[in-house]
């Protein structure tokens, strides 16, 4: 089974400085891994995805994410933070391609940026 | 490119009453994901369906029921509302066997008095 565990429910920076956003999988098969970004009262939105293939991925708004197999971590990354990076960000797995249609979530961690 | 929509955008009920939720997938989708955000919640997974039939169940209440159409759009049903319905429901969909990922819709705004 598929499960995702994102350290730190919030995590505080200053403008500027360096984003990092942390989430482990477990998953018995090669997973596919997404975080998505949500502003308050709207839907979620892809930031980026890994499937196959190099294994730092780039998203929007200078996001990136590293798949490492060997830690099974999947971190969020932004050299300088902005104000409009404040928002929720949800790391999620599903079971790839053996079973695409079952996806989880993390529990969420809530990016405050201080100016 | 054309989005996930969810109609309405808000809702107001008495307890006890009846609400429906519509999501209408981005088309050539053929999967839908319903979830629902309490304030200050993770989405938690109720219901999905692929090509019409139900293909998933999280902690969707008996209360509730949803289904997808021929049309590939989709329907939560809730009835016998309970303030602790008051809610985002988010409606996501895929496609089976593409590049994996959701695709969210605004949310439904849902309030129970």
């Known amino acids: 089974a598929q499960s995702v565990t994102q350290l730190g429910s919030h995590v505080s920076v200053s403008e500027g400085a360096l984003v990092l956003l942390r989430c482990n999988y477990s998953?018995?098969?090669?997973?596919?891994l997404f975080w998505y970004v949500q502003y308050p009262n709207q839907g979620l939105q892809l930031l980026l995805k890994?499937?196959?293939?190099?294994?730092l991925v780039k998203g929007i708004n200078g996001f990136e994410a590293e798949f490492k197999k060997s830690e099974t971590s999947f971190h969020l990354t932004k050299p300088s933070a902005h104000m409009s990076d404040a928002a929720e960000y949800f790391c999620?797995?599903?079971?790839?391609?053996?079973?695409?249609?079952?996806?989880?979530f993390g529990s969420g961690t809530k990016l405050n940026v201080k100016p | 490119a054309a989005g996930v929509i969810q109609s309405p955008r808000h809702l107001i009920k008495e307890k006890r009453e009846t609400a429906t939720l519509k999501c209408y997938p981005i088309?050539?989708?053929?999967?839908v994901y319903w979830y629902q955000q309490g304030p200050g919640q993770d989405p938690q997974f109720l219901i999905s369906?692929?090509?019409?039939?139900?293909?998933d169940k999280g902690s969707i209440p008996d209360r509730f029921s949803a289904q997808q159409f021929s049309d590939y759009h989709s329907e939560l049903n809730m009835s016998s509302l309970e303030l602790g319905d008051s809610a985002l429901y988010f409606c996501?969909?895929?496609?089976?066997?593409?590049?994996?990922?959701?695709?969210f819709g605004e949310g439904s705004r849902l309030t129970v008095l």
């Open positions: 996501a969909s895929s496609l089976y066997g593409g590049t994996g990922e959701l695709f």
């Open positions: 998953s018995s098969v090669p997973p596919y």
């Open positions: 890994y499937t196959t293939g190099a294994t």
């Open positions: 999620a797995v599903t079971g790839g391609i053996y079973n695409f249609n079952k996806f989880y």
């Open positions: 088309p050539r989708h053929d999967t």
């Open positions: 369906f692929y090509e019409k039939m139900q293909s």
